[in-house]
């Protein structure tokens, strides 16, 4: 634990260098996990962890790269049995890079404590159902997909995709009804470029955030080990402000897919046996060690609600990335081109879009008992006039039937209203409302996944020229 | 026994090396560094012996210690079980969480029955008597609704020199001494990879009943039968195991969290305990056992946590009882084994899965089956008779069934329920793919529905086929030329095809109405539905339009029977019925 250079022992083992590893000579100095001091010739002192041991070698991952290390030179000795980060409140308003070195220019933090960033699993009979519904003032969300505290609920986007000014928009609004308690962003950036991590920066100081975010920056042309540090440290962070101080704290974690693409990186130096598109086969136990550490504990009043962003290539959902991500987060928003090209904000492509918890969040009390059938209903009329639609593009407009027509009119004007709401906040009434309006462009007989007393209360026939 | 202990020359991430373990067993269980965690002996080159860890390996030395155990993963089998939460290596969660609080520390270890608890034993064997393994002993009220028979371990067998009254012991007390000398308590350990043993397997004539509408009519199994459920995520696969979990016609529930997520386990634990169990009226837990071992805990225990729950599954059906086990996702478990083999450096096959992972899933979906009990045969007792059905959630990877998981599951459960991503967006549940699911058990499961379900149930199955198949090929033709094309005969296969769709296939879990659908139910609504399809052919034939039939509030009324309650369901199907003859008929006046 000591970080004292005088009491530590310094080696020159090294033999080998690959890529961002290095091998040491003797495995049985340190235990796994240990993180190193790598002190160079000119004595510059970088960081590395120790991976494997055998008694013939260790393999460490160098935190800044190996460039300029040589085997001759550079002398290794032990910083920290583990990777561990500093924990205090004082952290609010505070920006870290991605292994917890404060690069805002103040002062480093006085911790209360000292967590191993790796964090345990949370008892899941210790876990408290997550069940308060919060209001992002987004129609698609709050209405279809709806988040609830203690939820990880990712966006999928594309290059291109507006996916950053979406997280803004949720941090920005989001509260839960009725509460007004200490609320904290944890922001994890991760291979983020200058220009995405200066929108969010300028946009927190804005929307007056600054002073309630924790930002552990790692930008693309940082590190690539201190990116798999990054969201670590992020959610270590996260879980002490949680259910230590009592925070209802919100994690972003941007971009995920630099994530993984550090993690193949590593793996491939490692000469492990790549999986799908080379990515290690333990990428699923990897990324469950981070999203999973959202939720609630029983007794404890704080807690971790988690939106990662992440970046589909070349806007494939099956690619291994999304796709592992969706086995284990909680749903999953997705963003859609052809949306955005139609220049309708938030460009949400609903249908593959999913919030496992949504029904703990609605219903009775919450929101509104119909809430379930009302949103079930507008994704079953809405998928259908989408088949029609692409019917329409083969077969031409006069080959439909009549009630084509109606889906075809319906799914129009819900794209355009609903979806596309602009930068405006709205409350779930407000969300409630369009949907009815728009659910009055189809024949009352068409809402049978509605009860019928629900429709007979709230029914009313439209026109598309309501609308305009 | 001397202990074998030897020490570690290296480690990697779950997987350690020990050298000076000469003697040690193939799978055997050892203890691992200072923190004396958990592992199994998976290889062995001369004195060094590779093992997988079913905890975090971090911040350990070489040269720390690796201790022998001397047998391999067991469980303790006994009451108590039912209601229990377990991690994959039968530490009880509650218990773990007593020791280090919220989040599960390293190391721990917890007694997997209650130890001081009495059991209100009462004795079924006398002195004198022979016994072999499977014999009843005795039996406990596990729940108010279950007993509990003590068995004689399988493989143990003599004349029962002592055995105590009527009376209340613990598990750990003796309650019999055979001639030989072995004293009996009433619980038993078994290794979770050796399936426990059977007389023989029986055919499987009798149906699992799940009280979805898809499955039951559709792509029924067998009790002792085994099915997958494969789909991409957010298909619904959770959500159907945990549907079936609460409705199905078993007496325990074994529902093992494979590498999943932690808040839905939450979500388990909070609802299950609230829910009455149709059969009994009693609180559901009650019949249930949870093994979870969610995605962020230790990959090797998840690889562990299958076997521990089929075992108990095995253990309960050996007293007769039948029981269902749901693995929520066994494609968790095959990783876990993939992350294993490429950490031993072994060859890989298919998609880096080891070579053995078919030989893996053969052996596992081998252990169902519906089978003759081990025990004494007495006269006037033909023999106990238990089953153990599974039900495997698969996560294709792109949900992508060519995928070697879902590939070589295929092969060995006996039904397929395919879950189908566009279903699941336009909010279909259960988004069971009617073209693409089968199920093998249906010939031998058809006299039981012939004598025991509603009148007509395979005649109208047959019908919602061919209509659904019909509905199949006329869609290619619509996608070409558009519905308009169509013959009115042809648009009304459509309408008629949707209509099942929404009213018969679809099944809404949230609502209390329709969350299970009865036999009852499920073979009057088809047979309302097939009887509408027949009115509306001989109306369309008789001159009516389509469109009148159509835009006819009867429609609606006949859709709107799937969320009545199956409590007197077939008294109002029978008004709808009248109420829509009689409507056609109207209809079919007007146009003549």
């Given at each position: 634990m000591a970080e004292s250079g005088l009491l530590q022992k310094e080696y020159w083992d090294l033999t080998y260098i690959t890529g961002p590893l290095v091998f040491l000579k003797?495995?049985?100095?340190?235990?796994?996990?240990?993180?190193?001091?790598?002190?160079?010739?000119?004595?510059?002192?970088?960081?590395?962890?120790?991976?494997?041991?055998?008694?013939?070698?260790?393999?460490?991952?160098?935190?800044?790269?190996?460039?300029?290390?040589d085997i001759k030179g550079t002398a290794v000795s032990l910083k920290n049995e583990g990777a561990r980060i500093a924990c205090s409140k004082d952290v609010i308003g505070r920006v870290f890079n991605g292994i917890g070195q404060p690069i805002d220019g103040l002062a480093p933090i006085v911790a209360e404590e000292e967590r191993s960033i790796l964090g345990a699993a949370i008892n899941p009979v210790s876990r408290n159902k997550p069940n308060d519904f919060i209001e992002t003032g987004i129609s698609v969300i709050d209405g279809f997909n709806t988040l609830v505290r203690g939820q990880k609920l990712p966006v999928f986007s594309g290059a291109g995709l507006p996916a950053n000014e979406l997280a803004n928009m949720i941090v920005q609004q989001a509260q839960v009804r009725g509460e007004d308690e200490d609320f904290v962003v944890v922001f994890a950036a991760?291979?983020?470029?200058?220009?995405?991590?200066?929108?969010?920066?300028?946009?927190?100081?804005?929307?007056?955030?600054?002073?309630?975010?924790?930002?552990?920056?790692?930008?693309?042309?940082?590190?690539?080990?201190?990116?798999?540090?990054?969201?670590?440290?992020?959610?270590?962070?996260?879980?002490?402000?949680?259910?230590?101080?009592?925070?209802?704290?919100?994690?972003?974690?941007?971009?995920?897919?630099?994530?993984?693409?550090?993690?193949?990186?590593?793996?491939?130096?490692?000469?492990?046996?790549?999986?799908?598109?080379?990515?290690?086969?333990?990428?699923?136990?990897?990324?469950?060690?981070?999203?999973?550490?959202?939720?609630?504990?029983?007794?404890?009043?704080?807690?971790?609600?988690?939106?990662?962003?992440?970046?589909?290539?070349?806007?494939?959902?099956?690619?291994?990335?999304?796709?592992?991500?969706?086995?284990?987060?909680?749903?999953?928003?997705?963003?859609?081109?052809?949306?955005?090209?139609?220049?309708?904000?938030?460009?949400?492509?609903?249908?593959?879009?999913?919030?496992?918890?949504?029904?703990?969040?609605?219903?009775?009390?919450?929101?509104?008992a119909w809430h379930r059938e009302w949103s079930n209903q507008l994704y079953a009329s809405y998928a259908r006039g989408r088949d029609v639609r692409k019917l329409m593009a083969i077969v031409g407009e006069d080959a439909l039937t009549p009630m084509d027509k109606n889906y075809l009119n319906f799914t129009v004007s819900f794209e355009t209203n609903m979806v596309g709401q602009g930068f405006t906040r709205r409350t779930i009434e407000e969300t409630f409302d369009i949907g009815w309006k728009l659910m009055g462009l189809l024949p009352k007989t068409e809402l049978t996944r509605i009860s019928r007393e629900t429709v007979d209360e709230f029914y009313q026939e439209t026109k598309p020229e309501d609308f305009k | 026994?001397?202990?074998?202990?030897?020490?570690?020359?290296?480690?990697?991430?779950?997987?350690?090396?020990?050298?000076?373990?000469?003697?040690?067993?193939?799978?055997?269980?050892?203890?691992?560094?200072?923190?004396?965690?958990?592992?199994?002996?998976?290889?062995?080159?001369?004195?060094?012996?590779?093992?997988?860890?079913?905890?975090?390996?971090?911040?350990?030395?070489?040269?720390?210690?690796?201790?022998?155990?001397?047998?391999?993963?067991?469980?303790?089998?006994?009451?108590?079980?039912?209601?229990?939460?377990?991690?994959?290596?039968?530490?009880?969660?509650?218990?773990?969480?007593?020791?280090?609080?919220?989040?599960?520390?390293?190391?721990?270890?917890?007694?997997?029955?209650d130890y001081t608890k009495k059991w209100a034993f009462t004795p079924k064997a006398a002195v004198g008597q022979e016994v072999t393994g499977g014999d009843y002993l005795g039996s406990v009220p596990e729940t108010e609704y279950l007993d509990h028979n003590i068995m004689v371990p399988p493989g143990v067998s003599g004349k029962i020199k002592t055995i105590v009254g009527t009376g209340e012991y613990t598990v750990q007390e003796t309650i019999a001494t055979l001639e030989d000398g072995t004293e009996l308590t009433m619980t038993h350990k078994w290794p979770v990879k050796l399936p426990r043993p059977f007389k023989k397997k029986l055919p499987m004539n009798q149906p699992f009943i799940t009280g979805q509408r898809v499955l039951d009519m559709l792509f029924p199994i067998a009790l002792g039968g085994s099915a997958i459920v494969p789909g991409g995520f957010g298909t619904g696969k959770t959500v159907v195991e945990q549907q079936i979990s609460k409705f199905c016609n078993a007496d325990i529930i074994v529902y093992v969290g494979c590498g999943e997520r932690g808040n839905e386990m939450a979500d388990v634990l909070d609802e299950f305990p609230k829910l009455r169990d149709p059969k009994t009226g009693g609180p559901l837990m009650n019949r249930m056992i949870l093994v979870v071992n969610t995605s962020n805990m230790p990959v090797a225990a998840r690889e562990a946590s299958v076997y521990t729950g089929i075992t108990l599954g095995e253990y309960y059906r050996d007293q007769g009882y039948s029981v269902a086990m749901m693995a929520d996702s066994t494609s968790r478990w095959a990783e876990a084994l993939r992350e294993i083999s490429s950490r031993l450096e072994e060859m890989p096959g298919e998609e880096g899965y080891p070579t053995y992972l078919s030989t893996r899933t053969a052996e596992?979906?081998?252990?169902?089956?519906?089978?003759?009990?081990?025990?004494?045969?007495?006269?006037?007792?033909?023999?106990?008779?238990?089953?153990?059905?599974?039900?495997?959630?698969?996560?294709?990877?792109?949900?992508?069934?060519?995928?070697?998981?879902?590939?070589?599951?295929?092969?060995?459960?006996?039904?397929?329920?395919?879950?189908?991503?566009?279903?699941?967006?336009?909010?279909?549940?259960?988004?069971?793919?009617?073209?693409?699911?089968?199920?093998?058990?249906?010939?031998?499961?058809?006299?039981?529905?012939?004598?025991?379900?509603?009148?007509?149930?395979?005649?109208?199955?047959?019908?919602?086929?061919?209509?659904?198949?019909?509905?199949?090929?006329?869609?290619?033709?619509?996608?070409?030329?558009?519905?308009?094309?169509?013959?009115?005969?042809?648009?009304?296969?459509?309408?008629?095809?949707?209509?099942?769709?929404e009213t018969f296939l679809q099944q809404n879990a949230f609502s209390d109405d329709d969350a299970y659908s009865s036999l009852d139910k499920t073979g009057h609504l088809i047979e309302a539905l097939m009887l509408f399809y027949a009115e509306c052919e001989s109306a369309l034939s008789a001159g009516v339009t389509l469109e009148s039939i159509l835009s006819h509030p009867i429609r609606e009324e006949v859709s709107r029977l799937r969320e009545l309650n199956p409590e007197g369901f077939v008294e109002k199907k029978e008004k709808v019925v009248q109420e829509m003859k009689a409507a056609l008929q109207g209809l079919v006046e007007k146009a003549a």
């Amino acid at each position: 634990m000591a970080e004292s250079g005088l009491l530590q022992k310094e080696y020159w083992d090294l033999t080998y260098i690959t890529g961002p590893l290095v091998f040491l000579k003797n495995g049985g100095r340190f235990p796994t996990g240990a993180i190193l001091n790598l002190t160079m010739e000119n004595g510059e002192v970088r960081q590395g962890q120790v991976l494997e041991v055998t008694t013939d070698h260790a393999v460490v991952q160098v935190l800044q790269g190996t460039v300029g290390i040589d085997i001759k030179g550079t002398a290794v000795s032990l910083k920290n049995e583990g990777a561990r980060i500093a924990c205090s409140k004082d952290v609010i308003g505070r920006v870290f890079n991605g292994i917890g070195q404060p690069i805002d220019g103040l002062a480093p933090i006085v911790a209360e404590e000292e967590r191993s960033i790796l964090g345990a699993a949370i008892n899941p009979v210790s876990r408290n159902k997550p069940n308060d519904f919060i209001e992002t003032g987004i129609s698609v969300i709050d209405g279809f997909n709806t988040l609830v505290r203690g939820q990880k609920l990712p966006v999928f986007s594309g290059a291109g995709l507006p996916a950053n000014e979406l997280a803004n928009m949720i941090v920005q609004q989001a509260q839960v009804r009725g509460e007004d308690e200490d609320f904290v962003v944890v922001f994890a950036a991760m291979g983020l470029t200058s220009r995405e991590a200066d929108y969010f920066t300028r946009s927190f100081e804005e929307g007056g955030q600054g002073q309630r975010v924790v930002a552990f920056m790692n930008k693309a042309d940082d590190p690539v080990i201190e990116r798999l540090f990054a969201p670590r440290s992020a959610l270590t962070i996260a879980e002490y402000l949680a259910f230590d101080k009592d925070y209802q704290v919100l994690v972003i974690l941007t971009d995920m897919t630099s994530y993984c693409e550090a993690l193949r990186q590593i793996s491939s130096a490692r000469e492990e046996i790549p999986g799908r598109r080379g990515y290690p086969g333990y990428m699923y136990t990897d990324l469950s060690t981070i999203y999973e550490r959202a939720g609630r504990i029983h007794g404890k009043k704080g807690s971790v609600t988690q939106i990662p962003i992440l970046t589909m290539p070349d806007d494939d959902i099956t690619h291994p990335i999304p796709d592992l991500t969706g086995y284990i987060t909680e749903g999953q928003i997705v963003l859609g081109r052809s949306l955005h090209r139609q220049n309708v904000f938030p460009p949400v492509d609903l249908l593959p879009c999913l919030s496992r918890l949504m029904n703990n969040g609605i219903g009775e009390g919450r929101t509104t008992a119909w809430h379930r059938e009302w949103s079930n209903q507008l994704y079953a009329s809405y998928a259908r006039g989408r088949d029609v639609r692409k019917l329409m593009a083969i077969v031409g407009e006069d080959a439909l039937t009549p009630m084509d027509k109606n889906y075809l009119n319906f799914t129009v004007s819900f794209e355009t209203n609903m979806v596309g709401q602009g930068f405006t906040r709205r409350t779930i009434e407000e969300t409630f409302d369009i949907g009815w309006k728009l659910m009055g462009l189809l024949p009352k007989t068409e809402l049978t996944r509605i009860s019928r007393e629900t429709v007979d209360e709230f029914y009313q026939e439209t026109k598309p020229e309501d609308f305009k | 026994m001397a202990d074998i202990a030897g020490k570690l020359v290296r480690i990697s991430g779950p997987m350690i090396a020990a050298d000076g373990m000469l003697g040690v067993a193939m799978g055997e269980m050892v203890k691992v560094g200072k923190l004396g965690l958990m592992g199994e002996v998976i290889r062995i080159d001369g004195e060094t012996a590779y093992a997988q860890v079913y905890e975090d390996t971090s911040g350990m030395f070489l040269g720390e210690p690796v201790v022998a155990q001397g047998a391999p993963l067991s469980i303790e089998l006994g009451p108590g079980l039912l209601g229990q939460t377990y991690d994959g290596i039968q530490r009880p969660l509650i218990d773990l969480q007593k020791t280090s609080g919220d989040f599960i520390d390293r190391g721990l270890s917890a007694d997997p029955l209650d130890y001081t608890k009495k059991w209100a034993f009462t004795p079924k064997a006398a002195v004198g008597q022979e016994v072999t393994g499977g014999d009843y002993l005795g039996s406990v009220p596990e729940t108010e609704y279950l007993d509990h028979n003590i068995m004689v371990p399988p493989g143990v067998s003599g004349k029962i020199k002592t055995i105590v009254g009527t009376g209340e012991y613990t598990v750990q007390e003796t309650i019999a001494t055979l001639e030989d000398g072995t004293e009996l308590t009433m619980t038993h350990k078994w290794p979770v990879k050796l399936p426990r043993p059977f007389k023989k397997k029986l055919p499987m004539n009798q149906p699992f009943i799940t009280g979805q509408r898809v499955l039951d009519m559709l792509f029924p199994i067998a009790l002792g039968g085994s099915a997958i459920v494969p789909g991409g995520f957010g298909t619904g696969k959770t959500v159907v195991e945990q549907q079936i979990s609460k409705f199905c016609n078993a007496d325990i529930i074994v529902y093992v969290g494979c590498g999943e997520r932690g808040n839905e386990m939450a979500d388990v634990l909070d609802e299950f305990p609230k829910l009455r169990d149709p059969k009994t009226g009693g609180p559901l837990m009650n019949r249930m056992i949870l093994v979870v071992n969610t995605s962020n805990m230790p990959v090797a225990a998840r690889e562990a946590s299958v076997y521990t729950g089929i075992t108990l599954g095995e253990y309960y059906r050996d007293q007769g009882y039948s029981v269902a086990m749901m693995a929520d996702s066994t494609s968790r478990w095959a990783e876990a084994l993939r992350e294993i083999s490429s950490r031993l450096e072994e060859m890989p096959g298919e998609e880096g899965y080891p070579t053995y992972l078919s030989t893996r899933t053969a052996e596992f979906y081998e252990r169902a089956g519906r089978v003759d009990c081990i025990g004494t045969i007495t006269k006037g007792d033909e023999g106990r008779r238990g089953s153990l059905t599974l039900v495997g959630a698969v996560s294709p990877p792109g949900g992508d069934f060519s995928e070697p998981v879902t590939q070589n599951s295929m092969r060995v459960a006996g039904g397929f329920w395919a879950l189908d991503a566009k279903l699941a967006y336009s909010r279909h549940y259960p988004a069971i793919n009617w073209n693409m699911s089968y199920s093998l058990y249906l010939n031998d499961l058809d006299s039981w529905f012939r004598e025991n379900a509603p009148a007509g149930w395979m005649e109208n199955r047959q019908k919602a086929v061919d209509l659904l198949q019909r509905d199949t090929e006329l869609q290619e033709i619509v996608q070409l030329v558009g519905p308009d094309a169509l013959q009115e005969h042809e648009r009304l296969v459509l309408e008629m095809a949707r209509m099942v769709k929404e009213t018969f296939l679809q099944q809404n879990a949230f609502s209390d109405d329709d969350a299970y659908s009865s036999l009852d139910k499920t073979g009057h609504l088809i047979e309302a539905l097939m009887l509408f399809y027949a009115e509306c052919e001989s109306a369309l034939s008789a001159g009516v339009t389509l469109e009148s039939i159509l835009s006819h509030p009867i429609r609606e009324e006949v859709s709107r029977l799937r969320e009545l309650n199956p409590e007197g369901f077939v008294e109002k199907k029978e008004k709808v019925v009248q109420e829509m003859k009689a409507a056609l008929q109207g209809l079919v006046e007007k146009a003549a």
